[in-house]
Every structure is written in C-alpha cells, then in structure tokens.
C-alpha cells in the first residue's frame, strides 16, 4: 500500500527544502532561470538581428556560406552561442552556490575564462563577415581599373582585417601577442608612413584642389596663368587643373597653384 | 523546309566577318572557334570576346545599332574596307533572332562611332547626357513638350563663345550627368532657358547660356529651329558636341563638327 502524502509532509519537505538545503534550492532556480533566459536571449537576438536587416548585410559572405554547409547561419550561430553563453553562466553559477567548485581551482579559473572565450568568438566572427564585405566593397570601387594586379588590393584588405581580428581575440584569450603586434606595427608603418611618403605630392595637390573646388578663385572659362604658363581652364579636379592655349594643354597639379599663385586675366 | 534554310544561307553566303550583337555566353561561343572572324558588339564584354565594340546605347532601332557595330567595328580596324558582313541581333525575343547583311564600303557613314568615341569629352559622359535628354523628352511629353540644349565637352571654349542669360544655378556647385540627383533635377531643367554646358568630365558648369557662334557656313536640315542652329553653329566652331531635344517634334539630336549626327526618339526607349 502506497504511503499516504499529506498537506503536512509536502509543507515539511517544503520547509526542510528552505531552510536546511536553501543552497540546493536556490541552485535549482538560478539553473532553471538561466536556461529560459538563455533561450529568451536566443530568440530576442534573432529576431533583432532579422530586424535590422543582419541577414541581408552577410548574404553571400564566404564566412555565411561557409558555415551555411554545415546547416547554420550567421545570425543564428550569433544568437545561439550567446544563449549557450548564458546558459553556462547559469550552470556555472550554480554549481558555485552548491559548493562543488570551491576546491578544484584549474575548473575555477577555467570558468572565469569563460566570458574570455566568448567575446573572442564574436570578434572573430565580425571580423571574418567585415572582412568578407570590405573585400567585395574595395573590389567594387576599384572595377573601373583595367589593371590585373589591382585585385591585390582588396585580398590586401581581408588579409589586414583578418589579422586585426584574430590578434584581438588572442589577446582577449590572454595568449601572448607581443610578437604579433609588433608585426602589425611594421605592417602599418609600411602602408601609412611609407604610402603616405610616396603619396605627398598627391596628398598635397588633394588638400590644394578642395580647397579650389570649394571657393572657385577660377572656373571653367576663365583665363589665366599658373606657373607662366596661360590659357583657358577646361577643367578642374581634385589633383590637376587642365588649361587649354592654342591647341596645347597643360595639365597642372594643383598644389603648384598654391606654391606659385594664380594670375587671372580679366577681359577688358 | 530546305527552301528556308536556303532563305537564310542565301542572307550569309560568302560573308567575310560575322557581328554579334549582345550574344549570351552559349552563341558566343559557338563561334568563336570558327574561322570565320567574329566581332561582339554589346555593352559590356560579358562573354570576354577578344573583337569587341562597345555599344553606349541599346540602341532600339535596329538600323541605329547595326549602324553603330559596322562603325566602330571599321574604325577599330576589326574589319577591311569592302567586306560583306554578318549582323546576328536580337530585335523582339531575348536571344538573337534576326540576321542580316552589311556590305562596308557602299555602307553610309554618319559618324554616330566617332560621336561617342573621338569626341572630346568622355564616350560615358555624352551616354549619360544623351539618356538624361531622352528621360526630359519623355517626362516632358506627358505634359507639354519641352525643348533643351545640352553642349558636351570643350567647356572652357563654350563659355567663352557664349554670354549668361541669367544667373547661374550651377556656380559652385559640383553636380555631374550621371549622379543620381540629377535625375531628380529634371523636371527643373526643362523651366531653364538657354543652354547646358557640361565639361568632358560630365561636370554641368553652367545653365542659362545664349551661345554666340558664328552661324556660317552652317549645314543643318531645313525645318528645324534656332536651337539646333545654335547647337549646329556651337559644334563647328568648337570641339564639343551638342545634344539637342527639339521642342517642336519631340526628337533627341546629337551634332558634332557642325553636322548632325544622330537622332532618336524618346518613345522608343
């Protein structure tokens, strides 16, 4: 015969679970709150993800592509991962409140390097989808240049922002990247200071021509001498000023327009 | 059936050069090992033909784009000076439907090639002036024709061979044919009188010139007005070209070297 459960012994068992095994309880309902807010989380994310339009922006993206094979996709590998993320905390939480972890330090430290792990995944992950779109958008700019090797520079580009992303997730991992950095140190040295060197009288011609294109001290029409040389302006862009004289042009960078002075010829 | 395939062999016997007007990938290349040389004459090289022209405008009628293949076709030297050639192009379907034959040397050349390409001003400038021309004519027609002038090229001369009829809206402004604002700007255009001065970068300089050349020696169709006058005139005495829509008869004009070269109908696009 079965026992018969009374109000009483439920009250008891209810007591008894308050106060005497209060931890265990409280470990129960962090694990069970975890577990609905890790899955809350996944579906608020998706849904916000969706909502802005994330879908659109890493369609065709190898990295989506990529994990698009294995039956995943960009916003839900984000959004899963950071449910799954909550989740262990929750565990984790957990099995703190009922003492399991106080002795072994190695699982204690390894669960401390849990939020380590996960921000680096998501770095790398946005790193491998901004690198994908930097690649097609820098691709797509230079397609009005006929130049086989001009393919270079946007492989250049996902290569760099690969790199960045890696490099900060292995420092959010803790490894060591001082090496790395120093490499990434070298790198920028060459493409800025080096770039920049071999750009200057480019550079300087840019900061010369906005400034001609925005107050217009001349216009297409109008006669004038730059650097002895006179004629008609035909044209003015951001690095030279086409003048025109009897059937020859002169192409004149514009920061001789500056070192040197206009002279304008106003009609009589 | 014989007596049909006989219709078309008939059309393409003995010829010395086939164009291919927008072939797909497969017509493409199922001439392209043949002996005969093959010439694409498309907007874009999308099948990486090694003969290639490209074609500004889709052009709708069909003797305006056979016509602009065989020029630039001759003049990129692709084909020789009395040959009998082949045009595949397709004129209702998708694909390429219709064949017919050219002969070069009795062939008539209205110089439409040398408007876009061996002008002064960029062949992507004087498209993009050209489609805005069209789109005011057809915009223009839904309510009351208008007319306008646009003169390509050579911009640092026009201004000083023209006057300001007014101020001008473009001053300090960089608007280019082809930005996307200028698409928004048309229904404004036809208000404006006068002309458009656009530079060979397709940068609008000016609006509201009367243009000043001298109108001599100046050989344009009898009928048409005193804009294409000015459009004519403004071309011989300039390097530019001047892309007219005629307010009377709602046609889109283009004149270079003081002759006309091109026209279009709006409607068609």
Do not use: W
């Amino acid at each position: 015969m079965l026992p018969q459960v009374t109000l009483r012994d439920v009250l008891r068992a209810v007591t008894e679970l308050l106060t005497d095994e209060f931890e265990l309880f409280l470990a129960v309902l962090v694990l069970i709150t975890g577990v609905f807010l890790g899955y809350g989380i996944t579906r608020l994310l998706r849904g916000l993800m969706e909502r802005i339009g994330v879908p659109d922006v890493v369609e065709g993206t190898p990295f989506e592509r990529g994990i698009n094979r294995v039956g995943l996709t960009t916003v839900g590998l984000v959004s899963r991962l950071s449910g799954l993320f909550v989740v262990a905390v929750a565990v984790v939480l957990a099995l703190r409140l009922v003492g399991l972890f106080t002795a072994e330090l190695f699982v204690a430290q390894l669960v401390d390097y849990l939020p380590n792990l996960f921000i680096a995944a998501l770095v790398l992950i946005v790193g491998l989808i901004l690198g994908d779109k930097a690649e097609l958008a820098t691709s797509e700019r230079l397609r009005s240049v006929k130049l086989p090797e001009v393919t270079l520079v946007p492989t250049l580009v996902k290569f760099s922002i690969f790199y960045v992303a890696f490099l900060v997730a292995l420092a959010q991992l803790g490894v060591m990247v001082a090496a790395l950095l120093v490499l990434l140190g070298a790198y920028s040295f060459g493409v800025f200071f080096l770039g920049g060197l071999a750009f200057k009288d480019m550079l300087s011609s840019a900061a010369a021509g906005v400034y001609l294109l925005l107050t217009e001290p001349y216009t297409i029409g109008d006669e004038v001498g730059i650097d002895g040389r006179r004629g008609i302006v035909q044209e003015i862009d951001v690095f030279v000023t086409r003048i025109e004289s009897d059937g020859e042009e002169h192409v004149v960078p514009n920061r001789h327009v500056f070192q040197e002075g206009i002279v304008r010829v106003r009609a009589e | 059936m014989s007596e049909l395939s006989d219709l078309l062999g008939d059309v393409v016997e003995g010829v010395d050069a086939l164009l291919l007007f927008s072939p797909s990938g497969s017509a493409y290349d199922r001439f392209a090992d043949a002996e005969l040389p093959v010439v694409v004459v498309a907007p874009e090289n999308t099948v990486d033909a090694t003969n290639f022209v490209e074609l500004p405008v889709e052009f709708p009628d069909l003797r305006e784009r056979i016509r602009f293949g065989v020029e630039g076709a001759i003049e990129q030297g692709l084909v020789e000076d009395d040959q009998q050639l082949a045009c595949a192009a397709k004129v209702f379907g998708d694909d390429i439907d219709s064949v017919t034959r050219v002969r070069t040397s009795g062939f008539e050349r209205s110089g439409v090639y040398n408007l876009f390409v061996n002008s002064r001003a960029e062949p992507g400038v004087i498209r993009d002036v050209l489609e805005v021309t069209i789109e005011l004519g057809k915009k223009g027609q839904k309510g009351k024709q208008v007319g306008a002038l646009f003169v390509v090229g050579d911009a640092g001369k026009v201004m000083n061979k023209s006057r300001p009829l007014s101020y001008n809206p473009f001053e300090k402004s960089h608007v280019h044919v082809g930005d996307p604002i200028v698409n928004v700007m048309l229904k404004e255009f036809s208000r404006l009188d006068g002309a458009f001065v656009i530079s060979d970068s397709g940068k609008i300089v000016s609006a509201y010139r009367y243009l000043e050349p001298s109108a001599e020696g100046v050989d344009i169709p009898k009928g048409l007005g005193a804009r294409h006058m000015a459009a004519g005139a403004i071309t011989r005495d300039t390097n530019a070209v001047a892309i007219v829509l005629s307010e009377s008869d709602g046609l889109v004009r283009a004149f270079q070297g003081g002759e006309l070269i091109l026209e279009l109908d709006p409607e068609d696009y």
